[in-house]
C-alpha cells in the first residue's frame, strides 16, 4: 500500500494568513500515460462529509474559493490556503488515487 | 443534483454483520464511467477506503478487509450496498458512500454512524 504522511499534525494560523499543508506519499503517484498526480485534498468538518477541494493534484473542484491551490507532482504535495477564513477551521487530508486500495493520510488539524 | 444517503442500523452486535444501504438521486447508478464506493472514518483516526463496485457490478476491494466485504448494486432500487461480516468493536465508524469518477470522489453522502457494541 501507499503510505500517505501529512506534516504537521496540526497547524495554527492567524485570520488573513496563509496556511500551508504538506503531504508525502512512499512512492510516486504520477502517472506514466496521462502524466496526472493522482492526489486529492479533502476538508472535513464535523458532522459533514468530506469536501473535495482538489485533485489531480492541482485542479480545483467546481465552487471551492480560489484561496485554495494545490501543487506538487511525484512524492511531494502541498495544500495551500492563502489567506485563512474562518469557516476553513477543519481537518485536512490528502488522498491518492494511484494504486489500488485508495490511501489518506492521517489528516492535519487547522485551527485559528 | 446527485445525492446519495447512507442507511442502516446504528448498532451491531460483535460477530455479526453489517449491512448499509446508499440510495443514489438524481443519478443512474447504472450510468457508465461511474464507481460507487465505500469509506469509513473510525472516531479519532483517519479516512480508510472499503471498496468500489463499478456499474458494470465488478467489484474491488481493500485487501485488509477483502475476507469480510461485500459491495453489491440494485439497478432496480438505484442503491449500492455494503455488507461487512464478522464485526468487531474496531469496525465503530462514521460510513461514507461516495460517487467516483476517474477514480476521484466528487460526491459524497452524508455519513452514517455505526457503533459495535454487545
Known amino acids: 500500500d501507499i503510505v500517505m504522511t501529512q506534516s504537521p499534525d496540526s497547524l495554527a494560523v492567524s485570520l488573513g494568513e496563509r496556511a500551508t499543508i504538506n503531504c508525502k506519499s512512499s512512492q510516486s503517484v504520477l502517472g506514466s500515460s496521462n502524466n496526472k498526480n493522482s492526489l486529492a485534498w479533502y476538508q472535513l468538518k464535523p458532522g459533514q462529509p468530506p469536501k473535495l477541494l482538489i485533485y489531480w493534484a492541482s485542479t480545483r473542484e467546481s465552487g471551492v474559493p480560489d484561496r485554495f491551490s494545490g501543487s506538487g507532482s511525484g512524492t511531494d504535495f502541498t495544500l495551500t490556503i492563502s489567506s485563512l477564513q474562518a469557516e476553513d477551521v477543519a481537518v485536512y487530508y490528502c488522498h491518492q488515487y494511484y494504486n489500488t486500495p485508495d490511501t489518506f493520510g492521517q489528516g492535519t488539524k487547522l485551527e485559528i | 443534483q446527485l445525492q446519495l444517503q447512507e442507511s442502516g442500523p446504528g448498532l451491531v452486535k460483535p460477530s455479526e454483520t453489517l449491512s448499509l444501504t446508499c440510495t443514489v438521486s438524481g443519478g443512474s447508478i447504472s450510468s457508465s464511467s461511474y464507481y460507487w464506493g465505500w469509506i469509513r472514518q473510525p472516531p479519532g483516526t483517519g479516512l480508510e477506503w472499503i471498496g468500489s463496485?463499478?456499474?458494470?457490478?465488478?467489484?474491488f476491494y481493500n485487501p485488509s478487509l477483502k475476507s469480510r466485504v461485500t459491495i453489491s448494486k440494485d439497478t432496480s432500487k438505484n442503491q449500492f450496498s455494503l455488507q461487512l461480516s464478522s464485526v468487531t468493536a474496531a469496525d465503530t465508524a462514521v460510513y461514507y458512500c461516495?460517487?467516483?469518477?476517474?477514480?476521484?470522489?466528487?460526491?459524497w453522502g452524508k455519513g452514517t454512524s455505526v457503533t459495535v457494541a454487545s
Open positions: 461516495a460517487r467516483r469518477t476517474d477514480r476521484i470522489m466528487h460526491v
Open positions: 463496485i463499478y456499474y458494470t457490478g465488478s467489484t
